[in-house]
């Protein structure tokens, strides 16, 4: 069965079509309220970038020479990480203060050589750029809330994605069906998401998984996640 972060729209133009894209995506840009139902709240995301710093709703491409050799952090109320643009290498993330992912690595074929495609819009946050080839546009989307589906790293060509987590969470469960990889620190439940995906091995903090051409490893907490560990019938792997 594939499984889809819930919270994240379809998000397929590539760096070569992406000034049609820009056009295209600010005139959809439309406000959205911050809180949601079941005690489900959202923040607004800002993304710093050496000394530029990127606020409110905007689509626009970031010239090359301005993120070689950068790292992005991006905060919001909720969520806060890095992205290091060169390799778009995920670290420190954290989740309502806590620290999830120490790190999330894709494997690339070329050198990431476009302009930063960013768009901001409220919570949610997308960030994109490509090498030298066709389909080979590597992106991050995030959403800036505080359970549910917050974040995905996805590849236009096949990779792989080494995911550690922080020392105070482990995976507790892969079910099979799904192709979830739950973990949990107690308080905090949550799952590695995958779509044309799946786990090459695992252990208590990390995880290696192969992504086919367009897939994705995404991550869901919360009640989402409760429901998913649920349907698997084995919560007491996971303290349940």
């Known amino acids: 069965m594939k499984t889809r972060v819930p919270f994240i729209g379809e998000y397929k133009t590539s760096i070569a079509r992406v000034a049609f894209a820009v056009a295209v995506m600010a005139i959809g840009l439309m406000p959205v309220s911050a809180h949601a139902k079941g005690g489900k709240s959202c923040g607004v995301y800002s993304v710093t970038i050496g000394s530029q710093v990127f606020t409110g709703q905007q689509t626009i491409l970031v010239p090359a020479g301005n993120v070689n050799g950068k790292i992005a952090h991006v905060k919001g109320n909720f969520t806060d990480f890095f992205v290091d643009m060169n390799t778009f290498t995920v670290l420190n993330y954290k989740l309502n203060g ?10 690339r074929k070329n050198a990431l050589t476009s302009p930063l495609l960013l768009k901001l819009n409220n919570e949610q946050l997308v960030l994109d750029r490509s090498g030298n080839g066709e389909d080979d546009d590597i992106k991050v989307q ?21 995911n550690v987590l922080s020392s105070a969470i482990h995976y507790c469960l892969l079910d099979s ?18 779509e044309l995906s799946h786990v090459i091995n695992w252990g208590s903090n990390q995880s290696t998984w192969a992504v086919g051409a367009g897939g994705r490893i995404g991550m869901v ?8 560990l649920a349907l698997t019938g084995r919560q007491s792997s996971c303290g349940r």
């Not at 806590?98 to 494997?107: A, F, G, Q, R, W």
């Not at 505080?146 to 080494?162: I, P, V, Y």
């Not at 907490?221 to 998913?228: F, I, L, M, P």
């Open 221 to 228: 907490t919360g009640e989402d996640a409760q429901q998913a």
């Open 98 to 107: 806590t620290l999830v992912y120490s790190s999330k690595t894709p494997t």
């Open 177 to 194: 069906v799904s192709g979830r990889l739950f973990f949990t620190n107690g308080p905090l439940l949550g799952y590695d998401s995958p």
């Open 142 to 162: 995030a959403k800036d809330c505080n359970t549910g589906g917050t974040f995905q790293l996805e590849t236009d060509f096949a990779s792989q994605e080494r």
